[in-house]
Every structure is written in C-alpha cells, then in structure tokens.
C-alpha cells in the first residue's frame, strides 16, 4: 500500500468512482476499516464537491474527540461555510426542542453503530435514527468500520446492495494478536516495561471498577481517561492526556494509558512507540473500534494486539439475561393482552427490563408503555453473536470479523492463570458455612472476577450462574429453605435462631435469613 492520504483515499475514490454526483435520494453504505480512507473521501472529495456545486453537507458524530477532528480537518480545507458537523446528540436534542436544523444534500453519518451500540445505555439513540431513515431528497451516507451486523439491517431495510462499498482493512502494521487471561495482563505489562525501554502501552477496560483496580497496581506509572461523568474515577483521570507534541506525534507522555470506551474512537494516536495495545472491552465492534486508535507513522511502525478471553459460561449468562428482556418486549408486540396478563400487574419485572422507556402501568388504564426500538435491536444482534460464540468460541467470532490477516498472526499468550480453579477453590471454602447477605454481596463479586455478570443476586440466578459455568462437571447448589425428612424442601427459609454465638457472644444475625451451598450428589 502507497504511503500518503492522497494514496490511501484512492482505495474508496476508486472504488466508488464519480458515482457520488448522480446520487439523489439514495441510502450509502461505507463499510471500511479503520485507515482506509472514509474520512478522507467524504471530505476530500466529496466535500470539495459539494462546495463547488454549493451543497451543504451534515456531518454527524458520535463522540466529541471524533466532532473536533473533523472540525479541524473541515476548517484546513475551507470548508466551514459547506460542511456542518455536530454530534448524534446534539441533533437528538435539537429534534426534541423542535430547532430547526434546516436542509442538506449530503449527511454523513459517521461511526453509524451509534445507534444500536450506544442503545445499550443513551435514551434518545432511535431519534437520530429515524431522522436518517426517514431523509428524501437527498443523500444519507452510513460510515463504519465495525457495523457488520448493523449494515446487515440496513441492507434489509434501506440500502440497495449497489450503494453498498466495502474495503477489507490492512494489519500490515500488526506483528502479533494475542488472546489472554484477565490475570495475565498485569504481567505481562510489567514484563513489557521491565525488558522494553521506550515502548508504550495503551489498556481498554470495560468497566470503571477495573480502571480502579489498575490504578491500585500501576499508581502514577499511568495516565488515566474516562468520561468526565465517570464519578468514581475523577480523582485520577487526566484532563487532554492526548495531545499533538511538538515533533507531530499524537499520543500520552507516560509510559501507560489506561482507559474506557470513552476513547474508542474519535482520537487517533500516532506514535511510534505505542507498541502494546490490550483491550478487555467485551463489545466485538468496540474491540475493533479500540485497536484502530493505533495509527501506524510509517511502513517500520508495528505494533502488537491483546484480547481478553471470554469463557463460554460467561457468554451463557449474558445471553440468559438478553433473551430473557427480548422475549418479553417479542411478546408485548405480538400479543399485548396475553403480555399485560403475565406482566401488567409487576412493576418490578418491567422497571428491571431497560428495553421499555417507561415503568409498566398497574393496569391498562395507565397506558401502553412503549420501547426503545434500536435498543432491543442492539439486543438481537448481540444475542446473535453470543450465539455465534457458543457454537465456536469468543475467539473465532473475533477473529473472524478482524479477518484472515489478523487470523493468521494469533496466538495464545504463554502466561495461563487457571481463574476457573481458583473461584473453585473459594466454593469450597463456603461448604458448611451459613450464607448471610455480606456474604452473598461477596459472592457475586467472586462471579464479576470470573467475567459472569449477574443483573440480580437472587438464588435462583446463582445457581443457574453455576450451572451455566460448570455444567455436570461439579454439582453445587445454593438452598434457602429447609428440608424434610426426605430430603425434600419446604416452604419454610433458612432462619438463624441462636441468640448467642459459640464464644458466649450476642448473635448478630439472629432471626435473619440465609443460604448453604451444597454439592449435589
């Protein structure tokens, strides 16, 4: 591959050829990875000709890293008074406060897997989507480099295959892709820095709690990045901890850079010796999304990849808990009486689904709640990759949306911790033991460090949590009830009733309920 964004936007210019000045009243689907020059051709080209035949392009974005670096990039080619760029919630916001937004002949959807990815947690995501589905008249062009499934939807709803352009991304640059364990990581780190001089390393968490967790082991060897809503974190986070240095190169001035999903597109890092890229981020296009911030100086610029491994119990519990809120939101739209008969008279089942906008009604006087479309969308398309996953393993659905280059360059990282062992070794510890609710808090902590999430902490999830996790291997079980003399439960709860302790002490859970875990037989 030529060097040079001249080069490298030949690759969809050529491709796409002088199509884009017939388009009218059309749906465009860019499908390329990262690199491969999307934001070179819609601004390059197609926004030099938009202003040349004075048209007036909308540009929209789903993150504010990504919003100033277009707008950079807009004002160098003088384009300010043709392209219009603004955030997907900007747009969300002024549709709600009925601003006017005006008209334009091109929108440029960028980062489109908004819709459905950030669905999982923003309100408002079906509101730009239907802006952009419902445009006539003029050109909507879809962007992504991790949009599989969500361009598979469009293709069935909106996109003619012919406006379909795709681009396999290069991993040229890519020495090695490594699957590891959660517990290898702080390792492998150390070896990393103990045996490398300058290398830097870039870590993608998945949750805020394991920023936390990694702030405890590396201190100030790192900088930090998240949300500024990141509440829990804003004592150590780094305002601007990437920058343009002086020698050109865009990048963090320590050695790590631990980070969230905050950072998973939008900012580019060129620099030379970011060597080390590991992401525990679970999301497959997330993941993409999370090594493509790595942008290669040159043709000597390498670098190499890091996956943590999900286990298939882990991807079992998830895909309970997402088919479990599917079937409900299947059965709500296919037969609203027989819903409203299992459901309309509890609360808390609906309030605990996020699909719905709002608490279900205790009867149908309340009204009919309504859904969040593309959310329940993002749910189907991730129950289909959990299936995938299950059929094969987390690796092979990963590897096979990176493609054969990256494929043919992974490897299983030597350093192996058993984890699985380990949260045995802490079931048998609770043999014997009465399970009060500092103790159960406890255990479904133990289930997070093992990657299983659980959504509630009832009996009746942990133990289905085990099954899921250890299938016919070991049998345990946890009980709260009692048992007959055949060995039968009852209706009756485990109640502690000793007002003293065996050292003579008051019973500080005297009365209270608890649990036993017991290996079935």
Not at 72 to 85: I, P, Q
Not at 150 to 175: C, M, R
Not at 194 to 221: H, P, T, W
Request: with cysteine; net charge positive; aromatic share 14%.
């Amino acid at each position: 591959m030529a060097n040079g964004k001249a080069a490298i936007s030949q690759y969809f210019s050529e491709l796409i050829g002088d199509s884009y000045k017939t388009w009218k009243n059309t749906k465009i689907v860019m499908d390329g990875g990262t690199g491969t020059g999307k934001t070179f051709f819609n601004l390059n080209i197609l926004g030099i000709y938009a202003k040349d035949q004075r048209k007036r392009v909308l540009y929209l974005c789903n993150r504010k890293g990504l919003k100033h670096q277009i707008i950079r990039e807009v004002r160098a080619l003088e384009l300010k008074e043709t392209v219009y760029v603004m955030t997907y919630q900007q747009l969300e916001s002024f549709i709600n406060s009925n601003t006017i937004i005006g008209d334009f002949d091109y929108i440029i959807a960028d980062e489109c897997h908004y819709s459905t990815n950030d669905a999982r947690f923003n309100d408002y995501t079906d509101i730009s989507y239907n802006f952009l589905k419902n445009q006539t008249g003029n050109v909507v062009i879809y962007v992504s480099a991790t949009a599989k499934v969500f361009f598979n939807h469009l293709l069935k709803e909106k996109v003619s295959p012919d406006h379909y352009f795709n681009i396999p991304k290069k991993y040229d640059y890519v020495k090695k892709f490594y699957f590891y364990q959660k517990k290898a990581l702080v390792k492998k780190v150390e070896d990393i820095l103990a045996q490398e001089e300058d290398s830097k390393i870039v870590i993608f968490c998945n949750a805020y709690d394991r920023v936390l967790e990694l702030y405890k082991v590396f201190g100030d060897r790192a900088s930090y990045c998240a949300s500024k809503n990141a509440k829990k974190l804003q004592a150590i986070i780094n305002e601007n901890v990437i920058y343009e240095h002086e020698d050109g190169t865009v990048t963090f001035d320590k050695r790590i850079l631990i980070t969230t999903k905050v950072l998973d597109n939008g900012i580019d890092i060129k620099d030379k010796m970011v060597k080390h890229i590991f992401n525990e981020i679970f999301d497959a296009d997330s993941a993409i999304q999370a090594f493509g911030r790595k942008r290669p100086v040159d043709a000597d610029d390498t670098c190499t990849f890091y996956q943590k491994l999900y286990t298939k119990q882990a991807i079992q519990s998830m895909l309970n808990t997402d088919n479990n809120y599917v079937k409900q939101i299947d059965l709500f739209k296919n037969d609203y009486d027989q819903f409203y008969k299992i459901y309309g008279n509890n609360r808390r089942v609906m309030q605990r689904n996020p699909i719905f906008y709002c608490n279900f009604g205790k009867n149908k006087a309340d009204g009919k709640p309504d859904y969040h479309h593309m959310r329940y969308n993002k749910y189907k398309m991730d129950i289909e990759i959990y299936d995938d996953m299950k059929k094969t393993s987390y690796e092979d659905v990963i590897l096979n949306l990176f493609g054969d280059d990256i494929r043919s360059k992974a490897e299983w990282l030597d350093i192996y911790i058993n984890e699985k062992d380990e949260f045995l070794d802490y079931l048998h510890t609770l043999e014997g033991r009465w399970l009060f609710a500092e103790d159960r808090k406890e255990l479904v902590k133990w289930f997070e460090k093992i990657g299983v999430k659980l959504r509630r902490a009832g009996i009746n999830t942990l133990n289905g949590a085990l099954q899921d996790y250890y299938g016919n291997k070991y049998k345990f079980r946890f009980r709260n009830k009692q048992l007959d003399e055949n060995g039968k439960l009852t209706k009756k709860n485990l109640v502690d009733k000793r007002k003293l302790l065996s050292d003579g002490t008051t019973n500080p859970h005297r009365d209270k309920t608890y649990w036993v875990l017991e290996e079935i037989n």
